[in-house]
């Protein structure tokens, strides 16, 4: 009999379980409505908000609406949608996470103060990067990698910001880099934005990932978050797969297998990983 262990510390993060929450006490009023984006990175929870009577939306029907209620998910929005909403007398429900919230404001009142580069080490086009940057009226520059630091303008003043779900290390490499090629006269600050919610799961999974035979990692593959922890279970662990639901796990992978962990993103409801835990179990 194959023993499986559902990871206590995956699941959805604290801003995803809020902004589900308030969907779902908005639908169970019988209010009709929407959400600006998948409200999380996972298709089986947005289905599940879908028949609770939740329609998902993108910025350019966004732009037909008027009196009507629109969800804001966790990611956060730029400025330009509150005024949108402001323009078509839109009700707002924002669920933007407390996190995001502050980095936001960090970042205005940066860009208010003028001078510098404003830098935000961050994944291009992500929801949550598209809202930072709009701080700045699209003016700052967003860094993918470590790689690209180096495009900066070293004789100028920076000003670094990260995605609260990038990853730490490679966020203090860039520190590093930047100190160490920043001129003498200009000035360099760094400003560590990263969730801890989100960065404490690296090591905490990192360790899960090694007591089994066999890590099954659920996740939604547009999530961002769930590429990183995936990327390090499979690290520390080869025998790693990703799934999304129970449907695309395969008999073959458990022979001889005696462990299985089950674990997933920020974005990954408990339901879906015990829904695969049962799955695995009917295959005994």
Not at 136 to 159: H, M, P
Not at 172 to 193: C, G, L, M, V
Not at 234 to 247: A, F, G, I, S
Not at 267 to 279: G, N
Request: glycine letters at 8%; charged letters at 25%.
């Amino acid at each position: 009999m194959i023993q499986i262990e559902i990871d206590e510390g995956s699941g959805f993060c604290f801003g995803v379980t809020t902004a589900i929450k308030k969907a779902e006490e908005e639908l169970t009023k019988g209010s009709k409505l929407y959400c600006l984006g998948d409200i999380v990175h996972n298709g089986m929870e947005c289905e599940r908000l879908r028949e609770m009577g939740l329609i998902t939306i993108n910025h350019d029907e966004m732009r037909e609406l008027h009196d009507v209620k629109v969800l804001l998910r966790a990611h956060g929005e730029p400025p330009e949608t509150y005024e949108l909403a402001r323009k078509n007398h839109i009700e707002i429900i924002d669920a933007t996470c407390p996190v995001v919230l502050q980095l936001q404001k960090r970042i205005k009142t940066q860009f208010e103060a003028g001078n510098g580069q404003i830098v935000i080490f961050g994944k291009k086009g992500h929801a949550e990067v598209l809202g930072l940057v709009g701080q700045t009226q699209s003016t700052a520059i967003v860094i993918e990698n470590f790689d690209e630091v180096a495009k900066l303008d070293f004789s100028r003043d920076i000003y670094l910001y990260s995605q609260t779900t990038k990853s730490l290390d490679e966020f203090h490499r860039i520190i590093d880099y930047i100190q160490s090629h920043i001129a003498p006269e200009a000035t360099f600050k760094s400003f560590d934005t990263i969730c801890r919610n989100v960065a404490n799961r690296m090591p905490n999974i990192s360790q899960f990932a090694t007591k089994h035979d066999l890590i099954l990692f659920v996740c939604g593959r547009k999530s961002s978050n769930g590429k990183v922890l995936y990327n390090e279970c499979l690290r520390v662990n080869p025998n790693t797969h990703l799934v999304e639901d129970p449907q695309e796990i395969q008999p073959g992978w458990f022979e001889g297998i005696q462990t299985v962990g089950i674990c997933g993103a920020t974005s990954t409801p408990r339901w879906l990983m015990e829904q695969c835990r049962d799955a695995i179990q009917q295959m005994q």
